[in-house]
Nanobody, 119 residues
Framework: QVQLVESGGGLVQAGGSLRLSCAAR????????MVWYRQATGKQRELVAGISIGGTTNYADSVKARFTISRDGAKNMGYLQMNSLKPEDTAVYYC?????????????WGQGTQVTVSS
């Protein structure tokens, strides 16, 4: 059984920063891509940032130069550093990862963590 657990969300004023963490737990042999998504109330889920096993990153245009995705392979952890936050960044943020377990590959999702940015 594999679980992804996000943490680090909360309430912050515009211009502030938060660091989200994503912990992958269970019988994990390896992790390929890790991706952060977000979903604001009444909107579709959107990709925020992704990072490959080799460290290649990609970002949504709306967060470039403000957010930084990273990972710690030894700890099976992923991170999203969010700076210069704006009210429009308010959403539930989800971590997703391609995880290898006992010879199989699957995509797993966390339960989400709420980020609220006040103006």
């Amino acid at each position: 059984q594999v679980q992804l657990v996000e943490s680090g969300g909360g309430l912050v004023q515009a211009g502030g920063s938060l660091r989200l963490s994503c912990a992958a737990r269970g019988n994990i042999r390896g992790i390929n891509t890790m991706v952060w998504y977000r979903q604001a109330t009444g909107k579709q889920r959107e990709l925020v940032a992704g990072i490959s096993i080799g460290g290649t990153t990609n970002y949504a245009d709306s967060v470039k130069a403000r957010f930084t995705i990273s990972r710690d392979g030894a700890k099976n952890m992923g991170y999203l550093q969010m700076n210069s936050l704006k009210p429009e960044d308010t959403a539930v943020y989800y971590c997703s990862a391609e995880i290898i377990t006992s010879g199989s590959l699957g995509t797993y999702w966390g339960q989400g963590t709420q980020v609220t940015v006040s103006s």
